[in-house]
């Protein structure tokens, strides 16, 4: 499997954003079409949108997948009003919807949980509320969608930073995170790989591996 270093993916990120492509849609819709392949119509789905542009891809799932039939909640722990600016558009789009923002874990258990808490830009240990929202995440035992990497991984040593989410499934984008293919907690929480490129390539001066 190619896989890339975190600065490397940044640097495509930020060369398809200053040509004028919007990925955080198409993350989104990407994210959307994996889980309609796997829950049956109607099912139920939670989205679990963290503070950044990881969690608006998930926010951006959940509204398409809502528009498709399925019965989805989005967890937003964190102030909508701190978003940044593409991840506050998604989540003006999902309230446009009809949508609600739960601030904690519902009673019932989800057909399918979105984990869109953190994605390739995470350094430091999960603090003490996502560890614990993790944690009741993992003892759920429902299938798991990981967008980008399992919260909780650096992804580029694939270090656990404290216990992470263990995915059924991890749908990455643009490229496959290094920490997902060393072995180590990285691989193992993942579960199955995927990746969608959202139609952006790799600068050729930045190597794989």
Same mark, same amino acid.
């Given at each position: 499997?190619?896989?890339?270093?975190?600065?490397?993916?940044?640097?495509?990120?930020?060369?398809?954003?200053?040509?004028?492509?919007?990925?955080?849609?198409?993350?989104?819709?990407?994210?959307?079409?994996?889980?309609?392949?796997?829950?049956?119509?109607?099912?139920?789905?939670?989205?679990?949108?963290?503070?950044?542009?990881?969690?608006?891809?998930?926010?951006?799932?959940?509204?398409?997948?809502?528009?498709? /039939?399925?019965? !989805?909640? =989005? +967890?937003?722990?964190?102030? *909508?009003?701190?978003?940044? %600016? $593409?991840?506050? #558009? @998604?989540?003006?789009?999902?309230?446009?919807?009809?949508?609600?923002?739960?601030?904690?874990?519902?009673?019932?258990?989800?057909?399918?949980?979105?984990?869109?808490?953190?994605?390739?830009?995470?350094?430091?240990?999960?603090?003490?509320?996502?560890?614990?929202?993790?944690?009741?995440?993992? /003892?759920?035992? !429902?299938? =798991? +969608?990981?967008?980008?990497? *399992?919260?909780?991984?650096? %992804? $580029?040593?694939? #270090? @656990?930073?404290?216990?992470?989410?263990?995915?059924?499934?991890?749908?990455?984008?643009?490229?496959?995170?290094?920490?997902?293919?060393?072995?180590?907690?990285?691989?193992?929480?993942?579960?199955?790989?995927?990746?969608?490129?959202?139609?952006?390539?790799?600068?050729?001066?930045?190597?794989? /591996?």
């Amino acid at each position: 499997m190619t896989c890339h270093s975190v600065a490397q993916i940044r640097r495509a990120e930020q060369s398809a954003l200053a040509a004028g492509a919007s990925l955080m849609p198409l993350a989104g819709a990407a994210a959307a079409a994996f889980v309609a392949q796997r829950v049956r119509p109607g099912g139920t789905i939670l989205a679990v949108a963290g503070p950044g542009n990881n969690g608006g891809d998930a926010v951006v799932a959940a509204t398409r997948l809502r528009a498709l /039939g399925y019965s !989805v909640q =989005v +967890l937003l722990p964190s102030d *909508p009003a701190s978003l940044p %600016a $593409d991840a506050a #558009a @998604a989540w003006a789009g999902w309230l446009a919807s009809g949508g609600q923002r739960l601030v904690t874990l519902p009673a019932e258990r989800p057909d399918l949980l979105i984990d869109g808490m953190f994605g390739i830009g995470l350094n430091r240990p999960l603090d003490a509320y996502w560890q614990a929202l993790v944690d009741t995440i993992n /003892g759920w035992r !429902v299938p =798991v +969608l990981a967008l980008d990497v *399992p919260s909780g991984i650096d %992804a $580029d040593s694939g #270090a @656990a930073l404290g216990r992470p989410v263990l995915a059924t499934w991890t749908l990455s984008f643009i490229a496959t995170a290094r920490g997902l293919t060393r072995i180590g907690p990285g691989r193992e929480a993942a579960g199955e790989c995927h990746l969608d490129t959202l139609g952006v390539s790799m600068p050729p001066d930045d190597a794989a /591996g």
